[in-house]
Nanobody, 126 residues
């Protein structure tokens, strides 16, 4: 069992930046994989980025490659999502997610992670 607490959402103009943070509490072997997915009203959940905390390998959705960066601070059990050059289409509720991971040390699709937080809203205006 792991609990996740997100912070850092807000409202920015297009082209701006935000950094989301996610602190994990609990049984940390349940958080070998951590990541972010987002969901906008009327749209399906979309995986944004993930990281395998044991080895640092990362995944990014094509829509955010080159603009978003996921990073970790294992000493603080924290994962960050640095979001630059934000676009109005990035507007969504962003959820931190965690998962024990797959056998062999890889991560499932971030939208299938087993644990997620309450979410933090990101709004980008044009």
């Amino acid at each position: 069992q792991v609990q996740l607490v997100e912070s850092g959402g807000g409202s920015v103009q297009a082209g701006g930046s935000l950094r989301l943070s996610c602190v994990a509490f609990g049984y940390m072997y349940s958080a070998n994989c951590m990541g972010w997915f987002r969901q906008a009203p009327g749209k399906e959940r979309e995986g944004v980025a993930s990281i395998y905390t044991g080895g640092g390998s990362t995944y990014y959705a094509d829509s955010v490659k080159g603009r978003f960066t996921i990073s970790q601070d294992n000493a603080k059990n924290t994962v960050y999502l640095q979001m630059n050059t934000l676009k109005p289409e990035d507007t969504a509720m962003y959820y931190c997610a965690a998962d024990p991971g797959l056998y062999g040390g890889s991560c499932p699709e971030v939208t299938e992670f087993g644990y997620w937080g309450q979410g933090t809203q990101v709004t980008v205006s044009s």
